[in-house]
Every structure is written in C-alpha cells, then in structure tokens.
C-alpha cells in the first residue's frame, strides 16, 4: 500500500517538496517558460518536447501521483481538465487535436514524483506512445 504524504505535509513544504523539481518551477527556484498560471495550477513548456506543442500543467500543491490526492481535493483533476482546454483552444490546437497524458507511477512512465499532465499537439500522434 502506498503510504500518502498528508495534506499538513503538503502545505507546509514537508521533505518531499524540498527535492521536488517542479515545487521549485512553482516557487520560481528554477527557471521555466511559463504560459499559464492560477492559483491552482502552473503550464509551462516541457524541456524536452516531444510535439511541436508540448506544455506540462502541474497543481500548485505537491501530490505525488493519482493516488496520493485525498478524496476531498479531487476538484484538482477537474481544474487541470479544464486549464488544458483553455489552452488547446488558445493554441490553436482544439480544430486539429490534442493529446492530454498523465502517467502514474514508475511502470506507468512517471518520471518526477509530482503529479502533471502533458498536453501535446502540433503534430499527427501515434499510438501507443513510446
């Protein structure tokens, strides 16, 4: 079972955030193009696109994956949703398609420990990915 960082952790920056490279993104620590910001959410391109549209939107408070948000802060999924269609349709990618990805955990192609959605467009994607 995996064990869920608590939301009293979360706020206060507990030892996860610490190392987290998109909790630094979000603090401005490191340095990203960012295209959109809330105050849930950031989108910001990806370092290493793999579209011509690449952007990675990412919630302001650390969740380790899926799993680890509490049933009651599920809204955050809605609002992400909702921030990649805003941006696709402000991007021009709506009329031609889009694709929106999470992967959760190792096997599933996680690579930061902070949960994040791409959204990629700008070109033909082929399935399945990598």
Same mark, same amino acid.
Request: contains cysteine.
């Given at each position: 079972m995996l064990k869920s960082i608590s939301k009293k952790e979360r706020n206060r920056g507990?030892?996860?955030m610490?190392?987290?490279i998109f909790?630094?993104?979000i603090?401005?620590?490191i340095e990203s193009q960012r295209i959109y910001? =809330? =105050?849930?959410?950031?989108?910001f391109k990806d370092i290493d696109p793999q579209a011509p549209?690449?952007?990675l939107i990412i919630p302001k408070v650390h969740y380790s994956n899926l799993l680890d948000i509490p049933e009651d802060e599920l809204n955050i999924l809605v609002h992400i949703h909702s921030v990649a269609i805003k941006l696709a349709k402000d991007l021009g990618l709506a009329d031609k398609g889009f694709r929106i990805v999470n992967n959760c955990g190792k096997e599933g192609g996680q690579s930061v420990d902070h949960i994040h959605?791409?959204?990629l467009g700008g070109r033909q994607l082929t399935w399945p990915p990598g």
């Open positions: 507990g030892e996860r610490v190392d987290c909790c630094k993104i603090k401005g620590e910001e =809330d =105050d849930k959410v950031v989108a549209t690449h952007l959605y791409h959204l």
